[in-house]
């Protein structure tokens, strides 16, 4: 078992920035990649970003260049550097990781808003 907490989600203005944060505990044994999914009401989940073991990162067209993931193996906790915020980056935003199975946490509310 695998459980995530996230912190770090809030309200920000249109240009601002948020860094968003998930750490692991429990059988924390060859984790694979970990990651940053968005769900935005009415909308599909989306995957926002990934990063592997070896912290290759992957992100969302929509993110590039704005959002930056990062891991911290000895610490189980990924990050999630949010910039030049935008009305539409609105969303619950949940991290995963993959071990046996993936596994979630209970999601972060990103207001971004004048």
């Known amino acids: 078992q695998v459980q995530l907490v996230e912190s770090g989600g809030g309200l920000v203005q249109p240009g601002g920035s948020l860094k968003l944060s998930c750490t692991a505990s429990?059988?924390?044994?060859?984790?694979?990649?970990m990651g940053w999914y968005r769900q935005a009401p009415g909308k599909q989940r989306e995957l926002v970003a990934t990063?592997?073991?070896?912290?290759?990162?992957n992100y969302a067209d929509s993110v590039k260049g704005r959002f930056t993931i990062s891991r911290d193996n000895a610490k189980n906790t990924v990050y999630l550097q949010m910039n030049s915020l935008k009305p539409e980056d609105t969303a619950v935003y949940y991290c995963?990781?993959?071990?046996?199975?993936?596994?979630w946490g209970q999601g972060t509310q990103v207001t971004v808003s004048s």
């Open positions: 990063v592997t073991s070896g912290r290759n990162p």
């Open positions: 995963y990781a993959d071990h046996s199975r993936r596994y």
């Open positions: 429990g059988s924390l044994f060859s984790i694979n990649a």
